[in-house]
């Protein structure tokens, strides 16, 4: 089915390191993508594929995928790191392709 | 650096058409598949559909009935049209590029350039 679970909130102590997960039967077959958001501000991609980072993301971003779980991890999480954090990917598995996202994770840094 | 630009009107009445538009500025519009997500207010995105410049199309199935994306190449420019809102329409819209491949037999499928949103207020 076309889902896409994330837990809804995480919080980090400044400095430290924080796992996000997404679970779903697509990310068997796709890489999910990660994206930031601010409040009152557009989604910004901060990781997409086995583990690649677009121009400008900091390195302190990084992904992994193992079966149907996908994770964001924030080594040394900073206070501009707090926000809503969504995964994405698709699902060709039925009839036809369908996008889904998950719920989202709101990032609190302590 | 490719930058899309948006527009269209915010504020509709119960059972009208929401019209918006995306124009890309800055990038090939060829090779990539053009998007409108939606968020509610206080909520997540959510997933409209999706068009290629050949004018191939995939929607959201539980919007499929209302939606309509198109594209128009030669303005490098695609547009969305959702029938009959209401209230529960309420969100800010955005366009966004869409990247999609596989790399060994896996998929990679991601949003790397959005649109600022466009806020749209269904009420009567």
């Known amino acids: 089915s076309s889902e896409l679970t994330q837990d809804p909130a995480v919080s980090v102590a400044l400095g430290q390191t924080v796992r996000i997960t997404c679970q779903g039967d697509?990310?068997?077959?796709?890489?999910a993508s990660w994206y930031q958001q601010k409040p009152g501000q557009a989604p910004v991609l901060v990781i997409y594929?086995?583990?690649n980072r677009p121009s400008g993301i900091p390195d302190r971003f990084s992904g992994s995928s193992s079966g149907n779980t996908a994770s964001l991890t924030i080594t040394g999480a900073q206070a501009e790191d707090e926000a809503d954090y969504y995964c994405?990917?698709?699902?060709?598995?039925?009839?036809?392709?369908?996008?889904?996202f998950g719920g989202g994770t709101k990032l609190t840094v302590l | 650096q490719v930058q899309l630009q948006q527009w269209g009107a915010g504020l509709l009445k119960p059972s009208e058409t929401l019209s918006l538009t995306c124009a890309v500025y800055?990038?090939?519009?060829?090779?990539?598949?053009w998007s409108w997500i939606r968020q509610p207010p206080g909520k997540g995105l959510e997933w409209i559909g999706e068009?290629?410049?050949?004018?191939?199309?995939n929607y959201n199935p539980s919007l499929k009935s209302r939606v309509t994306i198109s594209v128009d190449t030669s303005k490098n420019q695609f547009s969305l049209k959702l029938s009959s809102v209401t209230a529960a329409d309420t969100a800010v819209y955005y366009c966004?590029?869409?990247?999609?491949?596989?790399?060994?037999?896996?998929?990679?499928?991601?949003?790397?350039?959005w649109g600022k949103g466009t806020t749209v207020t269904v009420s009567s």
């Open positions: 966004a590029r869409v990247s999609y491949y596989d790399s060994s037999g896996y998929y990679y499928y991601y949003m790397d350039v």
């Open positions: 800055g990038g090939s519009f060829s090779g990539y598949y």
């Open positions: 068009i290629n410049h050949s004018g191939s199309t």
């Open positions: 697509s990310l068997r077959s796709y890489y």
């Open positions: 594929g086995k583990n």
């Open positions: 994405n990917s698709r699902d060709s598995s039925g009839n036809h392709p369908n996008v889904v």
